[in-house]
Every structure is written in C-alpha cells, then in structure tokens.
C-alpha cells in the first residue's frame, strides 16, 4: 500500500486526533497552565502506545516533562531520532483571535489554532507517518523526545539528554519545527539563529509620583528606558553592544548569492505585512536581515499607568523583555553578559537599573551534503515534485547545537510551515495539505535515508 | 465661640464624615466607576443640606456632575466662591497599597487612602468651615462648586462656568488642592503649571510576528517608539518640539531668587525619594524645574508580551500616555499642536503614528498683592503662627485659568496638603493635623476677606 493512499484512508481521524491535542492549552511559559502541559504529555503518550511504540515513558525533568518512546525493529538499521515540542506559545492578546486560541476551527483548508504549525501540528505529524509505517513497513529504527519547554527556552532539555545519551543514540536527528519558503518552492531549514533573552528593569523614585509636582526634576524611568532603548542601536541599524559581532562568522559572498537567489518578493512581503518599508542593518537585503545577521528586539514593555484615560504619573518603575538573535560565532551566554555589562554601564546615575537573563540558545548551521539534508531534499522530491532549496532561516530552536555537543549528531530541519502560519501571533494556522503532505513526505525521509545507509 | 474650639468639639464627626466620602470610589477616568461618582455627588449634596446651605443642586454635564450650594446672607458682602473636585485618581497599582485605598485607615495621625488629600479632604474642609461658620458666624457670602472630572482635565466644568456666570458671580475664589512647603512653613501657590496630555500609537506590521523570523528586517513598534521617546529631550535635557519654548516668559532673577529662598534641602529631596541623583534641564534648581520650567513625561508605556515568562513576539503595536507640563506664555491647545506635528513627523516610514489628545489646561500665576492672597497670608499667620510664603507649584488646576478668563476672577491656592501625601500614589494620605488646622485657616480666610472689604 501507497503512503498516500494509507493517509487519505486514514485523514479524518489524523486531522481529529491533532485538534483534540490543540484543545489542550500548554502554555508553558504561564504557570497557571502547568496541569495542561502535563495533559498534553499523556495525550502524547497514549497515541505512541496506540500506535505501537515501544519503551514509552513520560521523564520527569525539573520543569515539564519530556515524552520519550521507540521502536528498534533491527540493530543493523540506522537510527533517527525525532525531536519535536508539545508546548506552545502563550496565545495573548486573546482578543484578537478570530476563533478560540484553544479550540481549532478548520477556515479555507487551515487549521486555526495556538500551537496549530508551532509545534503541535509538526510534532503529530511523525506520530502518524509512525503509525502509517507500523502497516506500510518501518525502514529504520525509531526514537522519539517531544519536550515541553522549547518556548521557554528548552530549560531542562540539557539534562535529560545529558543523563539519556545512551538511550538517544541515533545516526541523525529529524526535526520539523521550521517552515517551506512556499507550497511551490519547499526548503529545508539550513541555518538556524541563536537567542538571548532578558528582561530589564529601571527603577527611579521609590513610589510612583504626581508628574505635576516633580516633573521635570525627577529622572522619569520610562523616560530613561526609551533612552537606554535607543540607544541600543546606531544611525546603521547595527547593535551598539560592545563585543557584540566580535565573533560572528561572516558569511561568503557566494553563500550571500546563494540566499539571495530564493524568489523572494520585497512588495509582497510588505504587502503581506501591511507595511510601507521594511528596516533593518544597511548593507543587507531582508533575507539577510534575518538569516544570517543578528537582530535585537524589544518583545515587551511596560511602565506606567496603561489603563483606561489618563493619569498624570511619573513611575517609579519601568519594564522590558528584550531579545537578540544570534549568528554562528556568537555565544548565547557571552552575548548574554556583554549585553548585561553594557546595559547597566549606560544607565544613568538617578536610576538603578536590574537585568535578568531569561534563556537563550546558540545559532546553527548544517552541511547540505549530509546524508540527512540529501535525503530530505529527495523526500520533498518525491512528495512535491521538486527537490527543496536550503535556507536559513531566522528563528532559533537552541537544542539543535545542544543535540551536536551531547549526542554529536546532526539535526535535519525538516519543516512544512508556511509564513503565513503567523506562529507565535493571533490567528496561528497549519496547512491541512501540509500536515497531510507532511507526513508523506516524513514517511520518504526515513525511505531515503535507509536506502542512503545501506 | 473660637473656630479652634468648636472645630475640636467636632473632631471626631468631622473625620468620620470625610471616611465616609473616601469610602465611596470615585474614580472619574475609569467608566466602571461612573456609579460611584454619581454617588459622591449625592454624598456632598446631603452634607451641604446638613450644613444649611442653600440653592443646593447637583448640575448635571456631559460628563460627572458638579455640585452646587451656596449661602448669601447680605448682598452688601464680598462674595467668595469656592472650588474643589470630589472626584480621585485611578489606585492602581492596587498592590501596592498597605491598607485598601477606599477604607480608610489612620496610621501616625494620617489618614491613609485615594483622595485623603486630593481633594476630597481638602474640598471637605470647606464644607465643615461653612458649617462652623453657621456656629460661629459667616463673614462673607459663600458659593460652592464642588466638581467630579478635574482628574481628567475638567472636560465639561467649562461648559458649566459659561453657562452659569450669573449663579457664579463672586469677588475671588478660593481653591485647597495644593499643598503647603512644610508644617514649619506654609506657603501659598502663587504660580501652576499648564498640561498638555496625549496618546500616541505606533504600528508596524498588521500582525504580532515571530521575532525570529522577523527580527531585524522589519521595524519593531516598541523600539520605534522608543527611539522617538528618546529624541523628544536633548543631552541639556530640553525638550526638542519646535517651537515649544517660543512663548515661554521667562521669570526673572528676583523672582528665582525669592524661589530659592525656601528651606530646600536637595539631600532630604533625594533621600525621600531613594534616588541618588535628581535629573532635569541644565541651568534650573530642582525647585525651578519643577515650579518654572516646562516638562515632558511618560505617563504609561505598553506594547508586545508584558506577561510571565518569556515571548519571542515582534509586535504589531506599541503605545504610550505622554503628557507635558507647561508655564506661563505656553498655551495647552498650541503645544499639543506642536507635538502631535513633531511626533507625526519624526515618524520613519515603516511605521504608522497615530496622536490622540487627550486633554489639557493654562498655566497660571497668581498676584502676591491682591487683596485674597493677603488674606490667605494672614490666616496662616493666625492659625499656624507664621505667614504663608509664596510658591510656585508644578501641577496643573486648568481651571484657574478657566476661572480667570470665563468670571475674570482671581483664584487663591491655599492648600494644605504636603509632598508626603504621595497623591496620584499608592498610600495616598493627609494629615489630621492638616484636615483640621485647614478648616481653621478657611474661617480665617474669610473674616480676614470680609476685613479687607470693608
């Protein structure tokens, strides 16, 4: 029996199945849904085990859970290990949802949901090639770690595959949580940007004051924060943190071109986001702007009186969640420290000025000749009719240069979302031909790299 | 009888009636409390009637109401009309209050909630002085115009005073919303700051975006917005809107000199306050920069994810309340226009700006010599010992301008509050001493008035 044939028999109860794992809201970031992460790794636990996996165990970690499960069908075969994260973003601002964050509603042949491409769907997507391959033949041996803290920063990832790397030994590791440049032109994810994350916090007078009576002689610490803010970049758009591209790897012209050769539209973009120019470092076009150069962002901010009206305020506080992107070269944690130095060395002395680092993750890059990146490229081949183009791509998912320096093994960003997903915002979607397609293209993969490993 | 003596017969019922009033929320910026401050309104009324005052109403607006009594006893008598608001700021941040901020509680001999000192104490003064006066004797002919939206600019009293010129009629007019130096010396305020207060927004993308795949080729609304925050002060710490300072009349030497008269302590300034250093326009005193100079401030700031934990969001928007203080010479309608035209235009194209007003009011002084401001000064002679020095304060009372222009009459400050109340704060209080010795000071007020206009 044909894959395609299996997935079209089989569609329906696939597409119910994900929305019943995209009702349970497992935002991990937001302790308050601490009870539905934990719901979401047992859903995940009963499919493996419905589905036929072996050794399925859901592993305490310090923070949420990781949901481990396999199926060794022989030594001799290579071995891929599947990542993949069941906790999503948090879904605010809830109002501008046009159906429930939390209950998936199918408009124009997308599934509308938080988590829907990122990453519940991508995830459920290798449970059932999984489940498809248990009747159409398994190629090779099967590992799987779905975690429940890659939006916060994969916390506790590290330990578990430090104290599991026996159990994870793998050949490669195959991960779909990135996205296709289009329906017509698939990609595979062939760099990836690393992250810092921190949050400030300015401090003026040691209670909110009447702007009235002070204004104008007291530091007013939103003020000051805008200005520490701005600061933050030049006239160039380059970030002014000393250190900060000390050690970025600068990439080759012909890589630049390379890039560049993708067909990218800046009108559609624009149009797409609804803006009259995009803005960025000079010297780089948008696909460089966030494929290979690093980016520093203000995620959140907050100070004030932000209620209804008007308040005459002058605040004692003001806050923000500021985050940088990393290329390879650069390490999270140093970035992380010449960002705290500098930023408490440019606050003025009639604030006091406290940092604290979130999470962050290193920049990755893979080699397009590996078996893995070729047998990816042949599986989207087979499925869509055209070999996919490697591309960088802007987002960070850390445990991917973790994986290398623990397990030593390469990860394969094989990934079927789409821009307009718009993960992490309002609306988030997933393509119902790309779940579907996904999981065909999932099955080829494991085809191909058997074949590749003979 | 003595003032002194029937107001200490009186003690306990005076403060129990002023819990009372506190107890009842009226916060006029937030809709969800339009009940209480229709309530409030009724609150005064029925106390004016208690107190035998006459032609009681309370006068409806667009907005809250403004209540209105009075009591003429001969036409032959100079006629004094009193102001005072009976509604209170916003109390948030609720968190950190010690006590609820509408149930009182007496702490040292202060009383400790929202608008214990601004205003509805300090309009509650006159209310009993009128009623002592009953006792005791009333020197003048007294009109009370009590209003409940000065928190949020006085929108609709305008209207109000136009439409009741004649009801209004008085010789001067008598305001407690400011506060004195010291308890070891009291001042007047000879001199308020005028506000212009706006909104601004900022859009970029249509959308929240994933600042990974966005980062650093799309302008991010909160650093946009901080940028342009920042460049609103130079490093003199001016204000940078063309034009803002064109009308400003300066204050002259003497002037400043007699400011910096007061026992002014910058030491015991910082030390209340938990700041190292204080902060403001080169050139000034902490006294003229807060008492002479405009100034520009932050009022709240808000944009992308300011909840727990950590998201990787690119915003679609960002906002912030920013509100400017102004001096003599500065009209509120043309600098808002100034701003909002600067703001506009120091707008780069990749993101859209949008300036709401929200409202505004005159700056004022008042003339040291008139017959109200000795008047002023000699009951603060009798009841505290030693007369009121002039002051310039910060705030802004647009009415008084209002007043000036509308009735062409003078309006004396003589409030009673001190800088510990912390108003617009949490644990906003007043001290009993104050609430008393006021009410003292307002019968002297207007024996000395009368004395003058004989």
């Keep these: 029996m044909e894959a395609k044939s299996f997935i079209e028999a089989n569609k329906d109860r696939f597409l119910n199945e994900l929305f019943d794992l995209l009702r349970i809201p497992s935002v991990s970031a937001d302790p308050k849904f601490a009870g539905d992460v934990q719901k979401t790794a047992e859903f995940i636990k009963d499919r493996f085990a419905e589905a036929g996996a072996e050794n399925i165990e859901i592993v305490p970690t310090n923070g949420h859970p990781v949901v481990y499960a396999d199926k060794i069908i022989d030594e001799s075969l290579p071995t891929v290990l599947v990542y993949g994260h069941y906790d999503v973003q948090p879904a605010d601002p809830y109002e501008l949802w046009e159906t429930e964050p939390f209950e998936p509603a199918v408009r124009n042949n997308r599934i509308y949901a938080r988590g829907a491409s990122d990453d519940k769907g991508q995830a459920y997507m290798h449970l059932k090639a999984f489940e498809a391959m248990q009747t159409l033949g398994q190629p090779v041996n099967l590992k799987f770690m779905i975690e429940g803290e890659e939006e916060i920063g994969s916390k506790h990832l590290g330990e578990f595959v430090k104290a599991n790397k026996e159990r994870l030994k793998a050949d490669v590791i195959l991960i779909s949580d990135t996205g296709l440049f289009s329906m017509d032109c698939p990609s595979i994810c062939s760099g990836l940007r690393g992250l810092s994350y921190l949050e400030v916090e300015v401090t003026g007078p040691n209670r909110d004051l009447h702007s009235g009576q002070y204004g104008g002689a007291v530091a007013n610490p939103i003020n000051v924060l805008a200005e520490m803010i701005a600061s933050l970049k030049d006239e160039k758009g380059s970030i002014t943190v000393p250190g900060f591209y000390d050690n970025v790897i600068e990439v080759s012209k012909e890589e630049r071109e390379q890039l560049n050769k993708a067909p990218f539209s800046l009108e559609e973009y624009q149009k797409d986001l609804g803006i009259d120019a995009v803005s960025g470092e000079d010297g780089y076009t948008t696909i460089e702007r966030t494929g290979i150069r690093p980016s520093l962002d203000v995620n959140g901010i907050w100070g004030g009186y932000i209620g209804e009206g008007a308040k005459t305020v002058l605040p004692s506080q003001a806050f923000a969640k500021i985050s940088m992107r990393l290329v390879p070269g650069q390490k ?49 081949e087979k499925v869509w009719g055209k070999p996919a183009i490697p591309m960088r791509e802007g987002g960070s998912i850390p445990i991917v240069a973790l994986f290398k320096e623990e397990l030593g093994l390469n990860s394969i960003l094989m990934g079927f979302g789409l821009d307009e997903d718009t993960i992490h915002s309002p609306n988030e979607s997933y393509g119902i031909d790309n779940y579907l397609m996904g999981i065909e293209t999932i099955i080829e993969f494991h085809k191909e790299f058997a074949e590749m490993n003979k």
Excluded at 354 to 376: C, L, Q, W, Y
């Design 332 to 380: 999270s944690e140093e970035i992380t420290q010449l960002f705290k130095k500098h930023f408490e060395s440019i606050a003025p002395d009639c604030v006091k000025v406290k940092v604290t680092p979130h999470h962050g993750g290193e920049a990755s890059v893979t080699n397009i000749d590996s078996a893995g990146f070729r047998a990816a490229s042949n599986a989207f």
